[in-house]
């Protein structure tokens, strides 16, 4: 069954100015909230706003996560590591990446714990590959995370803003099943990227995907009112034989009306891509 999800936080108004965070005052309410919109998913965040209370980061906390999980019928199978948009994985010092991959090493354990199968681990805007070097050091980076991958049964998807081509080179030096791509819909088309030439070249190493929509250049909008083209991503996905998750991290409704935009969005996501199959 293909699930549709939501990533963590959009079920109330932005924490701290945040469009997008862990919820401190709220994340316990989201299973019931996700069920009431029809979604069966959750994508968690850990970042470094809510570190400090955030419940995966305790066996406590895991352990109440399973009993909302079970009492809602609301799965968390994926993580968003944004705490590495705040600490990148590159242009960081010896000593700074060594602190970093040992954060990240930390979370695939605590993943496991929870069950989940796989991270998304940001390479866009502060974190993005600009250079060469810093190709070469993910490259080797990523490698020397694949045992910890392999014991903990988390895939790693690499959500990065390079262009296709790059991208697929970089996954064929990462040729391991435990590496994919995720792709995000919106940011693909706000650098004006094309779905076709993307599954082109790297579409059979897609692992997840997130949906938005946004404006050429610009930021994020409504399902539907951007340059997102969701009919070459349904072509693109159904080529390569997707079977996944679809993740909703689209454009803030008004505040108190969540639940209904959640729903509108989840009907998007079926009638262009499941029913679509």
């Not at 401190?24 to 994508?43: F, M, P, S, T, V």
């Not at 019928?73 to 970093?100: H, I, W």
Request: hydrophobic fraction near 40%; charge should be negative; charged fraction near 25%.
């Amino acid at each position: 069954m293909t699930g549709i999800g939501i990533m963590q936080g959009r079920f109330f108004p932005p924490e701290a100015g945040r469009f997008q965070s862990f919820p401190r005052e709220h994340w316990a309410d989201e299973y019931e909230l996700a069920a009431k919109a029809g979604l069966n998913c959750i994508e968690w965040i850990y970042d470094l706003y809510g570190a400090d209370v955030n419940p995966l980061a305790t066996d406590a906390g895991i352990e109440r996560m399973k009993l909302l999980s079970k009492q809602h019928g609301v799965q968390v199978l994926s993580l968003c590591a944004d705490y590495f948009m705040d600490k990148p994985l590159v242009r960081a010092s010896s000593t700074e990446m060594a602190e970093r991959t040992a954060t990240l090493e930390w979370l695939m354990g605590r993943c496991q714990l929870l069950g989940m199968n796989r991270m998304v681990i940001p390479f866009v805007d502060a974190s993005r590959i600009d250079t060469d070097a810093e190709f070469e050091g993910v490259c080797a980076m990523l490698t020397r995370l694949l045992p910890a991958a392999k014991k903990t049964g988390i895939e790693l998807h690499l959500e990065t803003s390079l262009p296709s081509k790059k991208l697929a080179e970089l996954l064929a030096r990462l040729p391991h099943p435990m590496v994919k791509a995720n792709y995000d819909s919106g940011n693909s088309s706000s650098l004006g990227y094309k779905p076709r030439e993307e599954f082109a070249a790297y579409g059979r190493r897609v692992g997840s995907v997130h949906i938005k929509d946004r404006l050429f250049g610009g930021g994020t909008v409504p399902l539907g009112t951007g340059d997102a083209d969701f009919q070459a991503l349904a072509d693109g996905l159904d080529s390569v034989g997707y079977a996944g998750d679809f993740i909703l991290q689209v454009a803030r409704e008004n505040p108190g009306n969540e639940v209904n935009w959640a729903r509108q969005n989840r009907e998007f996501v079926l009638k262009n891509f499941v029913e679509h199959q």
